[in-house]
Every structure is written in structure tokens, then in C-alpha cells.
């Protein structure tokens, strides 16, 4: 059985859903877009980015009894799991999905129907409400083996793996990262690679796999490798005008959250990055006429992302930078190939959401300067506390420590309902008259 | 026994002792007594939230918010330090903008205890974070005396030995105190120091043993007792809470007593000891089980959830152990509600229904 679900998805993986996708692209009718004069053409690479992330949701659909299948958190250390050829599905790039699609509010009513509090975090709803009624826009997700989470994010993903690991009845491993409080210490690292060591048994007792260590360094030098192209993409947007939006950018993220650690990710940076440069060449913008240049913080509210890109650009303000886009280039640097273990405790425990809010004030300021924002957008997300809390002081700060104007909007990454449309577009008139003042 | 104000009060002015504001849940009480600093957990202070809304979005909970308050109002001018324990998102962040935004000029200390599953490495790090936070306290306070800590490590033991007395008489029914008073006095732990909270506790014990009255006995999960309301509600209508799933109350105060003779192998082994509790991640598995124990060993009817609204890590849970509750024919109420709010007219009556059900 094993054996023919193995051949079943390496011959879809390889063959069969490239040339159903191509297939797929032939056939689909064009419609004419529409072009908004507010923006500059669109980057090509969308179109590969697409293929991409059809073919990793479409695959699986095989993945199921073929390879062993983890649910992981966006911040886990998934190289570990890479070194037993783990398929990886991350639920919170289903839910970020779900909310674009704008099915989001209606899967999070099938967990609060189920008992789930509307004041939990949506992307943990939308994944509950997935699991009791089968319902997703990608088909079909496979059930995992294993939950894999990390607690660098926020202490939110273990609330919620923990349920998922008694509704699927099996194991959940934590990486627990400590609290940046004020620095890291070796106590923290040794405890950090310990979780690591000690992950190594049982992932081996899942996969049927054993640890192999060249392989881990392999996985390790790709997701560096990626991350830093990654960082570079990003980098372009410090150039004037720059040559796409922080909204393109929340797409792009994509890969680099679920297929850290894959070749494919690598190469879809790498001719990203190569698109990004010949438009700074050639002084291509993402948006026509770039007037100010403005900064967003955390998650997106994947549900509005296209009305606040037309919002924005119609009155020439594009966002060049965001602390959350950020996120995956950021420690990134630390990987080392010769020490992998103590390198990923490092390069995970370090992320923004892990550390304090010195730690995020003086990052901000960083991006600010370098990439000459005017402005910053902060997105008060009601299911991401961590990401949220001392917005406020921090929206404070930059003002009267580098007179940047800010906005704060109330809403949520995924479900539509909290938004308020008059108090958004109340808030946004006043931030565009003090920008344009 | 004075009220809380003036005892902290006495207890510097008096003893000498310095005064640490401990925001929950989890910490080593034991190594602050030892060092001469009295713990004074903020966890509900009876104030309107005003200044600390500045600073906070409305989907914070109350305890956060009214912690913050707490010291916006300029109510913590006497303490002498801050412990921020590791138990949430909300707190985790808080504890960074009172120590780096606020510009308050005492010193702010982080304590992080490893999350469940654990493993060997949790045990050896647990066990590092206690003796890289009395490095810390050291600094400021001076050495650390051994015999001192070894000695409080057994009146802490002590402490939980008797509150386990009291424990044990509530769920067989022996003990006569009203709910109100039963969470009075445990309560009161949270900021007596233990020279003082131990005799209290066996000078109640001696006198609170006897037949509870006749009514259902219940289980409250939650986070703690308040609003306090309720308790009283359920005095007057019978109710008794046999036992609790409380993470002010029974999840970290009935610790198991540890037979190890190093007071920093003692703690160590009392914390992975403990009841499972959603800010150590425990999995839903062993609080279902912890759960049932409790109801079959009280004998209780029903299990009443009392949740701080937005309180993420208890939410999560509720779902699992309502259903597997209901299974076993087990009734439950589900409240959620602010701090300090007076009880509705509209939640009375939903307890009211809920004992007719049990009854």
C-alpha cells in the first residue's frame, strides 16, 4: 500500500500535476484585466508563484499513507523535519488563504458552533472549523502524523495544537523558545538544543527514517540561502520608486513560510529577485506615481489586502517596508551548516515576536531609515496578542522619537466580521490628511 | 488580621522586608522569601480602568489591564521590584512594556518555566532558571542565604501540606465554611507572608472542620474566583464548591511535597509535580483526566467554568472538557466575564438553572 501511495506521489509530484497545471494554463479563458492606471505592470513571477503553491496544496492530496505528513507552525525550526522528507502543511497559510478567499468568518463559525470562542485567534478557528467539516477552498488537507510546533510566535499555536492533537490523536512536538526578556542566555541555547536532540527519536519513529545528518546541513544551507534572497527581495523596496508593494510581498511570503528548506523555494526567490532588480533598473514601480513611502505592521488582514492596495496607491503612498514581512529574513543570518542545532536555536528564538519590545521599537526605527518611510500603518490584530500588544506605546514612540505619523487600524488577519469599514475609512481620511499636509 | 494595604505596609516598614509585585501565575515564592522580599501578587486589584486603556487594546483581559492600572495609578510606588512569570502572550508582552516603555525606575524581573511535553532538558533548564534568577535578585538584594532557602522551601511545603488538609475536607464534604470564606483565606496567600499564612491556615482549619451543608458540590475551572459574586451566589443557594481547577488556587498551590534534600532539586521536582495548568501547556488529555478525578473523588454534579473573558490558554481547553464532561453525564456552565464586574441579573440566572439541573 505504502508503496504504490509513494509512487502515486512522486508521479504527480514530478509528472502528473506539472502537466495537468500546464495543461490548466492552456486552457483557462483570459479575461482582459483590467488596468489601473495607479499601479505599474505586474511582475511576472506572480504567475509562478501560483503554480507553486497549486502544486504544494494539490500534492497533498498524495501526500496521505506516501510520506509522512506534519502540521507545523510558520516559526518552527521545519529544516529538522525537512531531514526526514516530511510533507509540511502549515495551517497558517491555510488560514491566510482562507481569509483572501474570504471564507475565513464562515470556518471559524463552524468552531464557534463547535464551542470555540469568537476571541480566539481566527487562524486556529478557521483551522478547528477545517477539521470538523472537511470544508477548505484547496480540496482536501492531509491528516497529519505529527504536529510540530513552536512557541516563538506566540503562545497561541500550542493552545491550539494541543486540540489539534486530541482531535487527531497524535504526537505534538513543542520547540519552546524562552522569552527574550532582555538578552538570550547559553542556559536558554543549551535548553534550546537539547528540545532539538531530543526531538531526533521520535521524529524518527514517525517518518520509519533515519537521522541523517548530511541531508540537515543540506536543508539548512537551502533555507539560509532562500531566507537571504528573500531579504534581498525585500531590499529592492528600498529603492525609489520601489518596484512592488508590500502587498505583493504578502503573497511572495508564501514559500518561504511553507517550503523553507526545498529547493523550489530558493529558485522562486531567485528569479524574483532577478524581476525586482531589472525593474529598479529600468525605474519600474509597483505603483505609478510613489508619493510617500510607508511602513506596515503585522500579520495582513488577508480579507482587505486588495481595497488597501487600491486605497493606498490611489493616493500615491505605497508600503516599501513591514515588520512581518521581515520576519523571515531577519535572524535567518544565524543558520550555520557546521553548527546546525545551536545556529537554529539562535536563528529561531530571535524573531521579532520572541523578543522585546526594545528589540521591535529599534528594528522599526532601523527599517524606517533605511527605507525612507514617511508613515506606518499598524494593523491592531485582535487574534495576534503578541503581535499586538504595545502597538500603542509603540506608535507613541515613533512619533515623538522620530516624528513619524501612524494609524492604527482595529481589525483581524482573517475574519472579516470584526472589520469595521466606517471607523477604517474614518481613521485612514485622517492619516491621509496628516500625510499629505 | 490587618488588611492587605496595611499589612505590606507593616512588613516593610516593620520587618524590613522589601516588596516585589508578582504578576501571575507561576513562580519560586520560596527563593523571594528567602531573600527577605514579601510577593505581592497582582492578579484582580479593585480598580476602574482608566490610564492602562492608553496602552492596551480592548480584547486584552482584565487581569493584564487591571495589573497595568495598578501601576499607572501610581499604586506601586512602595514595592521594590517586578516579577513577570512566563504564563501568556498578553503578560509576556506587558512585562516589556512596563520594564522598556514606562520608564519605571524599578527593576523588572522575567522568570520563564519550560513548557509541557517535557523532557530531560526541561528539567535541567528549570532548574538553571531558578538559580539564574536568584543570580539576578542577588544583585540587588544581596546573597542568597542557603539555610534561608532550604528552610522556606519546607514552610512552603508546609503551607501546601495543610492547604492540601483543607482541600481534602471540601471535597469529602467535612468542612463547613462557606465558599466566600474558603477563597478568603486561600486567597489571602497571595500576599501574607508564610510566618504568617500558615497559622492562619491551621487556626481555620481548626475551626472550619465539620459538616458542609447539604447542597451539590461543584468543581470551578477557571482562572480565579472573581467576580467574587458568585461565591456568594452559590452559598446562598447550597452549592458548594467541592474542589477547584483554579489557576490562582489548587493548580499551583497544592504542590506536592518533594523529598529531595537540595531546596533547588526540591523546587525543580515540586513544578513538574504540579497539576496540569494551561500556562504550562499541559495537554488536553491530562486536564481531562485531572478533571475527572476531581469530579469523582468530590462527588460533584456539575463543573462551572469561570472564565476571564479573552483569556486565550483557558478558552482553548473549554471546548475538550465540556464535551468529554457532558459524556460522563457530568452538567457545565460556561461564564465569561470581566474582573470585578458585578454579576447580571442575566448570569445569576443562568447559575440559578444550572443548580436546578444539578440538584
Same mark, same amino acid.
Given at each position: 500500500m505504502y508503496l504504490i501511495k509513494n509512487l502515486q506521489y512522486h508521479f504527480m509530484k514530478d509528472l502528473g500535476l506539472p502537466a495537468l497545471m500546464r495543461f490548466s494554463q492552456r486552457t483557462k479563458k483570459r479575461r482582459p484585466k483590467k488596468l489601473d492606471t495607479c499601479f505599474g505592470p505586474p511582475l511576472t513571477s506572480t504567475g509562478r508563484l501560483k503554480e507553486i503553491m497549486t502544486r504544494h496544496y494539490l500534492l497533498s492530496r498524495y501526500a496521505e499513507g506516501a510520506r509522512p505528513v506534519a502540521w507545523v507552525t510558520s516559526g518552527a525550526p521545519v529544516e529538522l523535519l525537512r531531514a526526514f522528507e516530511f510533507y509540511t502543511f502549515y495551517p497558517e497559510n491555510h488560514g491566510a488563504l482562507c481569509g483572501a478567499q474570504k471564507v475565513g468568518s464562515e470556518l471559524c463559525e463552524v468552531a464557534e458552533g463547535k464551542g470555540y470562542s469568537q476571541d480566539l485567534c481566527s487562524y486556529a478557528r478557521i483551522?478547528?472549523?477545517?477539521?470538523?467539516?472537511?470544508?477548505?477552498?484547496?480540496?482536501?488537507?492531509?491528516?497529519?502524523?505529527?504536529?510540530?510546533?513552536?512557541?516563538?510566535?506566540?503562545?497561541?499555536?500550542?493552545?491550539?495544537?494541543?486540540?489539534?492533537?486530541?482531535?487527531?490523536? +497524535?504526537?505534538?512536538?513543542?520547540?519552546?523558545?524562552?522569552?527574550?526578556?532582555?538578552?538570550?542566555?547559553?542556559?536558554?541555547?543549551?535548553?534550546?538544543?537539547?528540545?532539538?536532540?531530543?526531538?531526533?527519536?521520535?521524529? #524518527?519513529?514517525?517518518?520509519?527514517?533515519?537521522?541523517?545528518?548530511?541531508?540537515?546541513?543540506?536543508?539548512?544551507?537551502?533555507?539560509?540561502?532562500?531566507?537571504?534572497?528573500?531579504? #534581498? +527581495?525585500?531590499?529592492?523596496?528600498?529603492?525609489?520608486?520601489?518596484?512592488?508593494?508590500?502587498?505583493?510581498?504578502?503573497?511572495?511570503?508564501?514559500?518561504?513560510?511553507?517550503?523553507?528548506?526545498?529547493?523550489?523555494?530558493?529558485?522562486?526567490?531567485?528569479?524574483?529577485?532577478? #524581476?525586482?532588480?531589472?525593474? +529598479?533598473?529600468?525605474?519600474?514601480?509597483?505603483?505609478?506615481? #510613489?508619493?510617500?513611502?510607508?511602513?506596515?505592521?503585522?500579520?495582513?488582514?488577508?480579507?482587505?489586502?486588495?481595497?488597501?492596495?487600491?486605497?493606498?496607491a490611489e493616493r500615491g503612498m505605497n508600503f516599501v517596508a513591514a515588520t512581518y514581512t521581515n520576519a523571515w529574513a531577519e535572524t535567518i543570518s544565524y543558520l550555520d551548516i557546521n553548527h546546525p542545532f545551536e545556529s537554529l536555536a539562535k536563528a529561531y528564538s530571535l524573531v521579532i515576536l520572541n523578543n522585546n519590545l526594545n528589540h521591535r521599537f529599534e528594528l522599526m526605527e532601523r527599517l524606517v531609515k533605511e527605507y525612507g518611510v514617511d508613515g506606518l500603518v499598524i494593523h491592531s490584530a485582535r487574534s495576534c496578542k503578541p503581535y499586538s500588544v504595545g502597538q500603542y506605546d509603540i506608535k507613541r514612540l515613533l512619533m515623538d522619537r522620530l516624528g513619524v505619523p501612524s494609524v492604527v487600524i482595529e481589525a483581524d488577519i482573517a475574519d472579516s466580521r470584526v472589520f469595521s469599514e466606517e471607523q477604517t475609512r474614518t481613521r485612514l481620511e485622517a492619516f491621509f490628511e496628516a500625510m499629505e499636509a | 488580621m490587618a488588611k492587605r494595604e496595611e499589612y505590606i505596609d507593616k512588613e516593610k516598614k516593620e520587618k524590613g522586608k522589601k516588596l516585589f509585585g508578582i504578576f501571575p501565575a507561576q513562580y519560586p515564592r520560596e527563593i523571594l522569601w528567602a531573600m527577605n522580599v514579601l510577593p505581592v501578587e497582582i492578579w484582580d486589584p479593585p480598580l476602574e480602568v482608566i490610564h492602562a486603556n492608553a496602552h492596551l487594546q480592548p480584547y486584552i483581559c482584565s487581569v493584564v489591564r487591571l495589573g497595568l492600572e495598578l501601576i499607572l495609578q501610581g499604586k506601586c510606588e512602595g514595592l521594590d521590584g517586578f516579577l513577570f512569570p512566563h504564563t501568556c502572550d498578553s503578560i509576556q508582552n506587558l512585562s516589556s512594556i512596563v520594564s522598556d516603555y514606562l520608564g519605571v525606575k524599578k527593576p523588572c524581573y522575567f522568570f520563564y518555566h519550560p513548557k509541557s511535553p517535557y523532557q530531560d532538558s526541561s528539567r535541567v533548564y528549570y532548574l538553571e532558571q531558578l538559580k539564574g534568577l536568584v543570580a539576578r535578585l542577588e544583585k540587588q538584594l544581596g546573597p542568597l542565604d542557603s539555610s534561608q532557602l532550604k528552610h522556606r522551601v519546607q514552610q512552603g511545603q508546609e503551607v501546601a501540606r495543610v492547604l492540601k488538609q483543607l482541600y481534602d475536607l471540601r471535597v469529602q464534604g467535612e468542612l463547613e465554611a462557606s465558599n466566600a470564606d474558603f477563597y478568603r483565606v486561600v486567597r489571602r496567600g497571595e500576599y501574607l507572608s508564610p510566618d504568617d499564612f500558615l497559622p492562619l491556615l491551621e487556626e481555620f482549619l481548626a475551626a472550619a472542620k465539620g459538616s458542609a451543608q447539604g447542597g451539590p458540590a461543584v468543581i470551578m475551572s477557571g482562572v480565579l474566583p472573581n467576580p467574587k459574586e458568585i461565591l456568594t451566589l452559590l452559598d446562598e443557594l447550597g452549592v458548594r464548591i467541592a474542589h477547584d481547577d483554579l489557576l490562582n488556587c489548587s493548580r499551583r498551590l497544592l504542590v506536592p511535597p518533594s523529598r529531595a534534600d537540595d531546596p533547588f532539586e526540591a523546587l525543580t521536582e515540586s513544578y513538574f509535580a504540579m497539576p496540569p495548568c494551561t500556562t504550562k501547556d499541559s495537554s488536553v488529555s491530562e486536564r481531562v483526566d485531572d478533571l475527572l478525578a476531581k469530579v469523582e473523588q468530590s462527588n460533584a454534579k456539575g463543573v462551572i467554568f469561570y472564565m476571564v473573558k479573552f483569556c486565550e490558554p483557558e478558552l482553548f481547553d473549554v471546548p475538550q472538557l465540556t464535551g468529554e464532561l457532558r459524556k460522563r453525564g457530568v452538567a457545565t456552565l460556561l461564564i465569561d466575564c470581566e474582573l470585578n464586574q458585578n454579576l447580571s441579573g442575566q448570569l445569576a440566572t443562568r447559575v440559578e438553572a444550572f443548580f436546578e439541573m444539578i440538584s
Open positions: 483551522d478547528l472549523g477545517v477539521c470538523f467539516s472537511g470544508r477548505t477552498p484547496v480540496g482536501k488537507l492531509p491528516k497529519p502524523d505529527l504536529l510540530f510546533a513552536s512557541n516563538n510566535i506566540c503562545q497561541t499555536v500550542v493552545y491550539w495544537y494541543k486540540v489539534l492533537a486530541y482531535h487527531w490523536k +497524535v504526537p505534538l512536538i513543542l520547540f519552546d523558545t524562552p522569552y527574550n526578556f532582555k538578552d538570550i542566555a547559553d542556559s536558554d541555547i543549551s535548553y534550546m538544543v537539547g528540545q532539538l536532540e531530543e526531538m531526533i527519536p521520535v521524529l #524518527e519513529e514517525v517518518s520509519g527514517k533515519e537521522f541523517n545528518y548530511q541531508r540537515f546541513q543540506d536543508v539548512i544551507r537551502l533555507a539560509k540561502e532562500a531566507s537571504l534572497t528573500w531579504g #534581498e +527581495v525585500l531590499a529592492t523596496m528600498k529603492a525609489r520608486p520601489a518596484p512592488m508593494t508590500i502587498f505583493d510581498a504578502f503573497g511572495h511570503l508564501a514559500p518561504i513560510v511553507s517550503l523553507r528548506g526545498l529547493p523550489v523555494a530558493l529558485n522562486y526567490y531567485r528569479v524574483l529577485l532577478n #524581476e525586482l532588480n531589472d525593474r +529598479v533598473k529600468k525605474g519600474i514601480g509597483a505603483i505609478t506615481d #510613489e508619493r510617500k513611502r510607508l511602513m506596515w505592521d503585522n500579520i495582513a488582514i488577508w480579507y482587505k489586502v486588495r481595497d488597501l492596495s487600491n486605497r493606498f | -
